[in-house]
C-alpha cells in the first residue's frame, strides 16, 4: 500500500486524526517548551507556595512555588523522550531476535530464544526496574533500559510470526533460490512486508512505554528532581492531596490524554496497515 | 490430557531456571559490600569475615546458587538483611494479601469487561458499540496509580465510601477487608477491562458471523441463546490466554498500587526491601513475583485446554 492510500484511508477515521492531532500538539509542547512555560521549572519561589490555580498561576504552584503548568510543560519532554527511547531499545533487541528465531527455525527457536521470550514476560517490568535500580542506580536511564528490555518480548514474537508466514511466501522463496544468502533475504525481503504490523506495535507500546516511565518516576525511579516530570510531581502530589489536590490531578491528565493519544493514533493504524485484526 | 499437563509443567522448568539465573546474575552485580551494610562501617575484618562465612559468601559463586536455588524449591528464602527475619515468614504475610486484591481484581475484569464486549460485539456500529470502544480504550490508556489517586480523592476522601489507605487482614474481618480492597483492586482492573472488552467484541464478531452459529439461528434458536450459548463461549476461549498474559502487568502494578494505597502486600514488601537495600529480601522475592506469574498461566492454559478439546490434542 502507498503512503498515499494509507493517509486517505487514515484521513477518514474522526478518532485516528483525533489521536494524531494530540500526539503533535505534545511533541510541539515537548520541543517548544521554552518558549511557551510562563515560568521557570526548576526555580522555587517560596513566596508562593502550594496556590490554588488563578490567573497568575493557571494550574496553581507547587510545594515550592514552582508553576505546575510551566512544570508540566517542561515534563512532556521527559515522558515522551523516555516513551521513544525504551522502544527504540525494544525495538532493536525484538526484531532481530524475533526475524531470526522465526526465518531459521529449529533449535535456536524453540528452545533457547522462546523460552527466554517466556522468562522475560514472567517477569513484571517494574520488579524488573527495581532490580536494575539497584544494581546500576535509580535514574531515568535505568527505568528507559528496564521498559526497553520488558517491551521487547512483544516484539519478538510478532517479528517471528512475521518472518514465519512471510518464509513461505512465493517471492521470499524466489529470492532464496536466486541464491541470496540469509541475511539479504531477511533485510531484503522479510523485513519490509512486516513493517505494518510492527509499526503498529510500536505505537501501542510507546503508550505502554510512557505509562510505565511514570509509574517508575511515581516510585522514584525514573526522572530525579528537580528535573520537571508528571509522574514524580504526582508522587508529591499525593503528599498534600487535601490542601492542593491541582497536584494530583493535572499531571495525571497530561498523562492520560498523551497515552490516550498515541493509543487513539495506534488503532487508527491498526486499521488501515494490518489487515489480520480488522473486525 | 495428562501427556498435556505433564507437558506443560515441565516447559516451564527452563522458564524458572532462566529466571533464578538472571535474578542471581543481577544481584552479584551489586555494588557495595552485604557484610558493610549489616554490621556497618566501622567492622573489623575480622566480624566481617566470620559474617561472610556464615552467610556462605566465602563460598565459589555457583555453589552459593545452587544453595540459594534449593533453599526457593524447599521454601527456604533466606533472611532478611535488614531485620535478620525469614523472608519466607513476610512473604507468607504479604502473599494472601496480594492474592485478594488479584482475584477481586480479575473479577472487576471479567465481569464488566466481558458483558461491555458482547454488548459491543452485538450492537456492532452503534451509539451503544462507541461508547463502550472509548471508554475500553481510555481504560487501557489510564495510568493505574492515578486511577488510584482520582478514587482516593473522590471516592474516599471526598464521599468517603472507601477507607483511603491500610488493610484490614481477610481472617481478622472478612467484610471490612473486601472493604479495603475494593479500591486498589478497581485501579488495577482498568487495564485488564479495556483489554478483555476489546478482546470479547473482537472474537465475538469473529464468531458471531462462523457457520456454526448462523446454523443455530436457521434452526430457530433465540438471538440471546444464539450469542450467549453458541457465540461467547467460544469467544471466550482467547480471554483464558490474554487473563494469563495481564496478570504479569497486575503483578507489576501491585508495587505501585501498594504503595499508594499503604497496602501491606507483596509489592510494598519488594519495593521497601530496595528501598532498604535488603538485596537478599529482593533475590527472592524477584522470582516468586515470576513464579506467580508463571504458575497462573500453567493454571490459565489448562483450564482453557479443558474448554477446548483441540488444545490438548494438537
Given amino acids: 500500500m502507498t503512503f498515499r492510500r494509507v493517509a486517505k484511508q487514515f484521513a477518514r477515521r474522526p478518532l485516528a486524526m483525533l489521536g494524531l492531532v494530540i500526539v503533535v500538539a505534545m511533541v510541539l509542547v515537548a520541543i517548544f517548551a521554552p518558549q511557551l512555560a510562563p515560568y521557570d521549572p526548576t526555580k522555587p519561589d517560596f513566596t508562593a507556595i502550594l496556590q490554588a490555580p488563578s490567573s497568575k498561576y493557571l494550574l496553581g504552584t507547587d510545594e515550592v512555588g514552582r508553576d505546575l503548568l510551566s512544570r508540566l510543560i517542561y515534563g512532556a519532554r521527559a515522558s515522551i523522550r523516555a516513551g521513544i527511547i525504551a522502544v527504540l531499545i525494544a525495538v532493536g533487541l525484538g526484531v532481530p531476535t524475533g526475524l531470526l528465531s522465526g526465518y531459521v527455525g529449529g533449535w535456536l527457536d524453540r528452545l533457547v530464544i522462546m523460552r527466554l521470550t517466556d522468562a522475560m514476560i514472567a517477569f513484571p517490568t517494574i520488579v524488573l526496574a527495581l532490580a536494575l535500580a539497584a544494581a546500576l542506580g535509580g535514574n531515568l536511564t535505568t527505568a528507559m533500559l528496564a521498559i526497553g528490555i520488558g517491551s521487547a518480548p512483544a516484539f519478538i514474537r510478532l517479528a517471528r510470526a512475521q518472518a514465519l508466514s512471510l518464509r513461505e511466501q512465493e517471492f521470499v522463496e524466489a529470492a532464496r533460490a536466486l541464491g541470496n544468502g540469509a541475511n539479504k533475504v531477511m533485510l531484503r525481503h522479510v523485513l519490509p512486508n512486516a513493517v505494518g504490523p510492527l509499526l503498529v506495535q510500536a505505537s501501542i507500546a510507546i503508550a505502554a512505554a510512557i505509562l510505565a516511565e511514570t509509574a517508575l518516576s511515581f516510585l522514584g525511579l525514573g526522572v530525579q528532581p528537580p528535573t520537571p516530570s508528571w509522574g514524580s510531581t504526582l508522587r508529591i502530589g499525593t503528599g498534600y492531596m487535601q490542601q492542593a489536590p491541582w497536584l494530583s490531578l493535572y499531571p495525571g491528565l497530561a498523562i492520560f490524554a498523551t497515552v490516550l493519544g498515541i493509543n487513539l493514533l495506534g488503532d487508527g493504524l491498526r486499521d488501515v496497515l494490518d489487515p489480520r485484526d480488522r473486525a | ?314
Fill in chain 2, 1 to 314: 490430557m495428562l501427556t498435556f499437563l505433564v507437558n506443560r509443567v515441565l516447559s516451564s522448568i527452563p522458564i524458572i531456571i532462566i529466571i533464578t539465573l538472571a535474578v542471581f546474575t543481577v544481584m552479584q552485580l551489586l555494588p557495595g559490600d552485604p557484610t558493610l551494610a549489616i554490621l556497618g562501617d566501622e567492622a573489623t575484618p575480622q566480624s566481617r569475615a566470620v559474617l561472610r562465612e556464615r552467610m556462605g559468601l566465602d563460598r565459589p559463586v555457583h555453589v552459593q546458587y545452587l544453595s540459594w536455588l534449593g533453599g526457593i524449591l524447599t521454601g527456604d528464602l533466606g533472611r532478611s538483611l535488614v531485620d535478620n527475619t525469614p523472608v519466607a515468614r513476610a512473604v507468607g504475610f504479604a502473599f494472601p494479601v496480594t492474592l485478594q486484591i488479584a482475584l477481586v481484581s480479575l473479577f472487576i475484569s471479567v465481569s464488566v469487561g466481558v458483558p461491555l464486549g458482547i454488548l459491543s460485539a452485538v450492537r456492532r456500529g452503534g451509539f451503544l458499540d462507541a461508547l463502550a470502544s472509548i471508554f475500553a480504550l481510555s481504560a487501557i490508556s489510564i495510568p493505574a496509580f492515578w486511577a488510584g489517586i482520582l478514587l482516593m480523592y473522590f471516592v474516599a476522601l471526598q464521599l468517603g465510601w472507601f477507607p483511603s489507605s491500610g488493610f484490614v487482614r481477610f481472617n481478622e474481618d472478612p467484610l471490612r477487608s473486601l472493604h479495603h480492597s475494593i479500591l486498589p483492586a478497581v485501579a488495577l482492573a482498568l487495564r485488564p477491562i479495556g483489554i478483555f472488552m476489546r478482546m470479547t467484541r473482537g472474537s465475538m464478531l469473529e464468531v458471531i458471523n462462523s457457520d456454526f452459529v448462523r446454523t443455530a439461528r436457521a434452526k430457530g434458536v433465540s438471538e440471546t441463546s444464539v450469542n450467549l450459548r453458541h457465540a461467547l463461549r467460544n469467544a471466550l476461549i482467547p480471554l483464558f490466554t490474554l487473563m494469563g498474559l495481564e496478570f504479569s502487568g497486575l503483578m507489576g502494578g501491585v508495587v505501585v498500587i501498594d504503595t499508594l494505597f499503604a497496602v501491606p502486600g507483596f509489592g510494598r514488601l519488594i519495593y521497601s526491601a530496595f528501598l532498604r537495600s535488603d538485596f537478599v529480601m529482593m533475590q527472592s522475592l524477584m522470582v516468586l513475583f515470576s513464579l506467580v506469574v508463571i504458575v497462573v498461566n500453567l493454571l490459565t492454559d489448562v483450564s482453557y485446554s479443558l474448554l477446548d478439546p483441540r488444545i490438548r490434542y494438537s
